[in-house]
């Protein structure tokens, strides 16, 4: 064991000791796809129900966001590695190669994904250099054939058998 110089680089390291889920936010925005990744997805609360992710505050995806009245929330799975890339790309089409389903709230969810959460933002917290976003979940649809994909030390993981 050897103790290390405390740094953005040697935290953003540490942090990535610890396994995460993956999901992604999206809904319409004047009737265009808008979306993002996060690997900081939370289930903060059972009543009310409630659930949080943690956003960059440089993102210039979530000013378009930020005051929709509802998000989608997909849980990616097993086969979405090359999606949680391209949706956490800061260029380009991040549904490319994606089909997704928008419902008429504007919540976009990603077919094949495990879990879809529609929500809507009820508090934000600044934390340095991200802000916490607790939403609350309206709508559940669970998809229980689709095992998640896990991102641990920069890498996209399976869970084993």
Do not use: Y
């Amino acid at each position: 064991m050897s103790s290390t110089e405390l740094s953005p680089s040697s935290l953003r390291e540490a942090f990535g000791h610890f396994p995460t889920g993956v999901i992604a936010i999206a809904a319409e925005v004047d009737g265009v796809r808008v979306g993002l990744a996060a690997s900081t997805f939370v289930p903060v609360s059972l009543d009310p129900p409630l659930v949080s992710f943690c956003v960059q505050n440089t993102s210039t995806t979530w000013p378009k966001l930020v005051d929709l009245p509802s998000l989608g929330i997909s849980v990616l799975g097993e086969a979405h590695d090359a999606a949680a890339r391209t949706l956490a790309a800061k260029t380009g089409d991040r549904f490319a190669g994606l089909e997704t389903v928008s419902r008429d709230s504007g919540a976009v969810f990603i077919e094949g994904t495990s879990v879809w959460l529609e929500s809507a933002i009820e508090q934000q917290i600044l934390a340095g250099d991200h802000t916490i976003v607790v939403l609350r979940v309206s709508d559940i649809t669970v998809h229980d054939d689709v095992a998640p994909i896990v991102f641990h030390r920069s890498t996209f993981r399976r869970l084993g058998q």
